[in-house]
């Protein structure tokens, strides 16, 4: 079931791990467009365990939440008004994951449940529009040069298998009607605005994001490593369209690799170069990290993402482009 046919005339959304990139550029997307799926936006609820940033003006009545999702009952209580649309993109990055095992379960994988399950609990013909942020660390090695729709999901980290578990909660509580899913297995996204996180894959944002505002940046890797890219536009696209998408054609396999850019590191820093000169590439410095690209070598590094295309989702086509968008977006006066 759509959300259109949840709420004819308004449509209500909650955002949870709003606080984050995505979940802040989401926002201020839907608040900017005032509707959703041809629906004006009546409320917004932005949930997450620090507040939310502020976002513009809009006539939709925005509201925020402080709220972990790993406590007892919280998930129920952001439910209040039934939204027709939820926007999952809580999560424990990957290096964090992976350094602090509980921590990784507790909010991946258990924050998921309880929320798949207040949703059931919440009473009978409520059955929202669930997007979940999904990964592409759901495939482990070996792995072919391009990665097939139909290719075997067999995680190398925990990160990878705690998305990987959400991924088949999501399809069996939307096979017995609970909601109506949908996965997005996104790229890593690069270039990422503000501070570098915990994520094992940071540096492929870091190396772009700290030379063009003139700091020096780490590559901890080969600039021979391979991997799958999208900017944060391209992933608030797929969140949008994903949230208000046929899901009819989905059938019972409910999470999809979105498209993406397979480049090189080399690649990257050349787009680099393009885009801001030799100065900006010069600030990259090379510091070898055997940790990290013992976890690189385990990526994917291509897709055919044949069937999102299909759906129409839609990424960037060359790197150039990914820098761009970062400026336009990030460093625009």
């Given at each position: 079931m759509g959300p259109g046919l949840l709420s004819l005339l308004t449509m209500r959304i909650l955002i949870i791990g709003a606080a984050?990139?995505?979940g802040r550029k989401l926002g201020e997307r839907l608040l900017r467009d005032g509707s959703l799926g041809g629906e004006a936006i009546s409320w917004l609820r932005l949930a997450d365990v620090v507040p939310a940033p502020s976002l513009p003006a809009s006539k939709a009545q925005k509201q925020i939440a402080v709220a972990d999702m790993t406590q007892p009952?919280?998930?129920?209580?952001?439910?209040a008004g039934r939204p027709d649309v939820i926007i999952d993109l809580a999560a424990v990055v990957s290096g964090e994951a992976e350094s602090d095992f509980e921590k990784g379960y507790r909010v991946n994988l258990d924050a998921t449940r309880q929320l798949l399950e207040a949703i059931r609990l919440a009473g009978p013909g409520y059955a929202p529009r669930l997007v979940f942020s999904s990964s592409i660390a759901i495939f482990g090695p070996p792995v072919p040069d391009v990665i097939a729709d139909d290719?075997?999901?067999?995680?190398?980290?925990?990160?990878?298998?705690?998305?990987?578990?959400?991924?088949?909660l999501l399809a069996?509580?939307?096979r017995r009607g609970f909601i109506?899913?949908?996965?997005?297995?996104?790229?890593?996204?690069?270039?990422?605005?503000g501070a570098p996180n915990l994520a094992a894959s940071g540096f492929f944002s870091n190396i772009i994001r700290e030379p063009l505002h003139g700091r020096p940046a780490v590559l901890p890797v080969s600039t021979e490593v391979r991997h799958w890219f999208a900017s944060p536009r391209a992933a608030v696209g797929f969140l949008v369209h994903a949230a208000t998408m046929d899901t009819a054609a989905l059938g019972l396999r409910r999470s999809l690799t979105m498209p993406g850019l397979s480049a090189t590191v080399g690649e990257e820093i050349e787009a680099l170069r393009r885009v801001a000169g030799d100065d900006a590439v010069a600030l990259i410095r090379d510091q070898p990290d055997p940790t990290i690209a013992r976890m690189v070598d385990g990526w994917p590094r291509a897709f055919d993402a044949r069937?999102?295309?299909?759906l129409g989702f839609v990424a960037e086509r060359d790197f150039d482009e990914i820098v761009r968008v970062y400026v336009e977006d990030e460093m625009a006066t």
């Amino acid at each position: 079931m759509g959300p259109g046919l949840l709420s004819l005339l308004t449509m209500r959304i909650l955002i949870i791990g709003a606080a984050g990139m995505l979940g802040r550029k989401l926002g201020e997307r839907l608040l900017r467009d005032g509707s959703l799926g041809g629906e004006a936006i009546s409320w917004l609820r932005l949930a997450d365990v620090v507040p939310a940033p502020s976002l513009p003006a809009s006539k939709a009545q925005k509201q925020i939440a402080v709220a972990d999702m790993t406590q007892p009952g919280v998930a129920g209580r952001l439910l209040a008004g039934r939204p027709d649309v939820i926007i999952d993109l809580a999560a424990v990055v990957s290096g964090e994951a992976e350094s602090d095992f509980e921590k990784g379960y507790r909010v991946n994988l258990d924050a998921t449940r309880q929320l798949l399950e207040a949703i059931r609990l919440a009473g009978p013909g409520y059955a929202p529009r669930l997007v979940f942020s999904s990964s592409i660390a759901i495939f482990g090695p070996p792995v072919p040069d391009v990665i097939a729709d139909d290719h075997l999901s067999a995680p190398a980290t925990s990160y990878g298998t705690q998305k990987a578990i959400a991924e088949l909660l999501l399809a069996d509580y939307t096979r017995r009607g609970f909601i109506d899913g949908v996965g997005l297995r996104l790229p890593t996204i690069c270039v990422r605005p503000g501070a570098p996180n915990l994520a094992a894959s940071g540096f492929f944002s870091n190396i772009i994001r700290e030379p063009l505002h003139g700091r020096p940046a780490v590559l901890p890797v080969s600039t021979e490593v391979r991997h799958w890219f999208a900017s944060p536009r391209a992933a608030v696209g797929f969140l949008v369209h994903a949230a208000t998408m046929d899901t009819a054609a989905l059938g019972l396999r409910r999470s999809l690799t979105m498209p993406g850019l397979s480049a090189t590191v080399g690649e990257e820093i050349e787009a680099l170069r393009r885009v801001a000169g030799d100065d900006a590439v010069a600030l990259i410095r090379d510091q070898p990290d055997p940790t990290i690209a013992r976890m690189v070598d385990g990526w994917p590094r291509a897709f055919d993402a044949r069937r999102a295309t299909a759906l129409g989702f839609v990424a960037e086509r060359d790197f150039d482009e990914i820098v761009r968008v970062y400026v336009e977006d990030e460093m625009a006066t």
